[in-house]
């Protein structure tokens, strides 16, 4: 069974960088797309990114400027840098393994599969 | 604001039908790719919880079936339980993105 586990800072500052870090098990991070998905208080879900290990990431052009992702081979995880936060970036932030496939016309599309349990980040002095 | 337009919120009596809908453009549904539908129950991960063929996870409830035309796709819940209760998210790959868009959520009722 995939399992993922969020880790990281659960208060983080004005101005400063959040950083998250999601460990796999039960499959390797070399397989896979991985994505990062946040949810604020009352509201819905937003795409951060996904990364792959052999191309470069993607990211939500109304977060590109500040996201960086990355894949660790060795240690089979994967994690965020949200830099410039504000309290707008207070949320719960799930990472989630992207599961791709071809629909019916040929077109390449996906979903999320497996995702963690989330981790709450709050963005306050 | 999301990208693909739900409900904030609806209800029902046990034992009755309702119907979630999500509304895209022609970006994402529009363009023909398929909607993806996840449960998420208070204080959890969101879950998925049916794929655009009707093809349910093991676990899941005949219950649920799902549509779509156009720009919208539409959740449908008959024979309502208690345990239906929770925020339900429609999900769909979007060409400008080059990624994911969800639904605001809708918040499911049962009276």
Redesign the interface.
């Known amino acids: 069974q995939v399992q993922l586990q969020e880790s990281g800072p659960g208060l983080v500052k004005p101005s400063e960088t959040l950083s998250l870090t999601c460990v796999v098990s039960g499959d390797s991070v070399s397989s896979y797309y991985w994505?990062w998905?946040r949810q604020s208080a009352g509201?819905?879900?937003?795409?951060i990114?996904?990364v792959y290990i052999s191309e470069t990431p993607?990211?939500?052009?109304s977060l590109k400027s500040r996201v960086t992702m990355s894949v660790d081979t060795s240690k089979n995880q994967f994690s965020l840098k949200l830099r410039s936060v504000t309290a707008a970036d207070t949320a719960v932030y799930?990472c989630a393994r992207r599961a791709d496939y071809y629909?019916s016309?040929g077109?390449y599309?996906?979903?999320?599969?497996f995702?963690?349990?989330?981790t709450l980040v709050t963005v306050s002095s | 604001q999301s990208v693909l337009t739900q409900p904030p919120s609806v209800s029902g009596a046990p034992g009755q039908r309702v119907t979630i809908s999500c509304t895209g453009g022609t970006s994402n549904i529009g363009a023909g790719y398929d909607v993806h539908w996840y449960q998420q129950l208070p204080g959890t991960a969101p879950k998925l919880l049916i794929f655009p063929n009707n093809i349910r996870p093991s676990g899941v409830s005949d219950r649920f079936s799902v549509s779509k035309s156009g720009t919208s796709a539409s959740l449908a819940i008959t024979g309502l339980q208690a345990e239906d209760e929770a925020d339900y998210y429609c999900q769909s790959y979007d060409t400008s993105l080059s990624g994911s868009v969800f639904g605001g959520g809708t918040k499911l009722t049962v009276l």
């Open positions: 994505s998905i509201k819905g879900l937003e795409w990114g996904h993607n990211y939500n052009p799930y629909d016309r077109f599309t996906h979903y999320f599969d995702w963690g349990q989330g």
